[in-house]
C-alpha cells in the first residue's frame, strides 16, 4: 500500500544523502496560520532515517536561525513567519552536508575573502538592515565588498539599498543573524551556488517508498 502524507509543496530536494545510505531527502512548505512551515521528509523507510531527517531538522534550526515547531515532525518556521524562500533551500542543502551528530554552531557575521585578503563583516542595524564593511582598505576592497553584498541579496532575495551604500535589507524588517552567517560564506561566491541550484532543481527527483526500502 502506498504512503500518502499531506506535507505541502516541495521547494528543494537533495536526491541521494552521502551521509545516510544515499536516500533521498525533500524540503516542503505549507502555510499555517502562524506564518509559512518547512518540513524535511523522506519516504525511506530504512532503519535510522528519521533520526536523520531529525538531525537536518535541527541543523536548519541552528544554522538558520530558525524554530522546530509541532509534535508531528521535524516542522520548521523562521521567527518573521515568512518564507524566505530562496535562503530556506540554501539552509536545507547546507545542513544536508552534515553527518548526523556534528556539532551545530551558528557561523559568525563575516567571512575572510581571499580575493580582498581581507575580512568582510556583516553588522545588524536593526529592522532587518545589515550593512557590510572591511577591515581592509582600497579599490580593490571596495568593488569585493560590494560584490559580496549583492552575492548575499541574491542569495537571500534581499534589497539592495538604493543609495549606494552596502546595504541588504529583509522584507520581513526582522534580523536574521545565522542566516546571515551562513549565506555570508557563500556570498562571494554567488554564480557557482546558483547555478548548482539550477542543476540540481534539474535532475533530481524524490524516489517513491517503494524505490527507497
Given at each position: 500500500?502506498?504512503v500518502?502524507t499531506?506535507i505541502?509543496e516541495?521547494?528543494e530536494?537533495?536526491?541521494?544523502?552521502?551521509h545516510?545510505h544515499d536516500i533521498?531527502?525533500?524540503?516542503?512548505?505549507?502555510?499555517r496560520?502562524a506564518?509559512?512551515e518547512?518540513?524535511?521528509?523522506?519516504?525511506?523507510r530504512?532503519?535510522?532515517a528519521?533520526e536523520r531527517?531529525a538531525?537536518v531538522a535541527q541543523g536548519?534550526?541552528v544554522l538558520?536561525?530558525?524554530?522546530?515547531?509541532g509534535?508531528s515532525?521535524?516542522?520548521l518556521?523562521?521567527?518573521?513567519g515568512?518564507?524566505?524562500?530562496?535562503?530556506s533551500?540554501?539552509?536545507?542543502?547546507?545542513a544536508c552536508k552534515?553527518?548526523?551528530?556534528?556539532?551545530l554552531?551558528?557561523r559568525?557575521?563575516?567571512?575572510r575573502?581571499k580575493?580582498?585578503?581581507?575580512?568582510?563583516?556583516?553588522?545588524n542595524?536593526?529592522?532587518?538592515?545589515y550593512e557590510?564593511?572591511?577591515d581592509?582598505?582600497g579599490?580593490?576592497?571596495?568593488k569585493r565588498k560590494s560584490a559580496?553584498t549583492?552575492?548575499?541579496?541574491k542569495l537571500?532575495?534581499?534589497?539592495?539599498?538604493?543609495?549606494?551604500?552596502?546595504?541588504v535589507?529583509?522584507?520581513?524588517?526582522?534580523?536574521?543573524?545565522?542566516?546571515?552567517?551562513l549565506l555570508?560564506?557563500?556570498?562571494p561566491n554567488v554564480?557557482?551556488?546558483?547555478?548548482q541550484q539550477e542543476?540540481a532543481?534539474?535532475r533530481?527527483?524524490?524516489a517513491?517508498?517503494s524505490?527507497?526500502?
Amino acid at each position: 500500500m502506498g504512503v500518502t502524507t499531506d506535507i505541502g509543496e516541495r521547494i528543494e530536494l537533495l536526491p541521494m544523502d552521502q551521509h545516510f545510505h544515499d536516500i533521498s531527502i525533500a524540503l516542503y512548505r505549507q502555510e499555517r496560520d502562524a506564518g509559512i512551515e518547512l518540513t524535511v521528509h523522506t519516504y525511506s523507510r530504512k532503519e535510522g532515517a528519521q533520526e536523520r531527517i531529525a538531525f537536518v531538522a535541527q541543523g536548519m534550526a541552528v544554522l538558520g536561525g530558525m524554530d522546530l515547531v509541532g509534535d508531528s515532525g521535524p516542522r520548521l518556521r523562521f521567527p518573521c513567519g515568512m518564507a524566505h524562500h530562496l535562503a530556506s533551500k540554501r539552509v536545507f542543502l547546507e545542513a544536508c552536508k552534515l553527518p548526523t551528530g556534528s556539532e551545530l554552531t551558528a557561523r559568525p557575521l563575516s567571512i575572510r575573502d581571499k580575493k580582498a585578503d581581507a575580512n568582510m563583516i556583516a553588522t545588524n542595524l536593526g529592522n532587518g538592515s545589515y550593512e557590510m564593511s572591511s577591515d581592509g582598505e582600497g579599490d580593490k576592497v571596495a568593488k569585493r565588498k560590494s560584490a559580496v553584498t549583492a552575492g548575499l541579496a541574491k542569495l537571500a532575495q534581499l534589497q539592495l539599498d538604493e543609495g549606494g551604500q552596502d546595504r541588504v535589507e529583509f522584507p520581513c524588517g526582522q534580523a536574521h543573524d545565522a542566516l546571515v552567517g551562513l549565506l555570508l560564506v557563500r556570498a562571494p561566491n554567488v554564480r557557482v551556488i546558483l547555478r548548482q541550484q539550477e542543476m540540481a532543481a534539474s535532475r533530481g527527483q524524490l524516489a517513491a517508498p517503494s524505490a527507497q526500502q
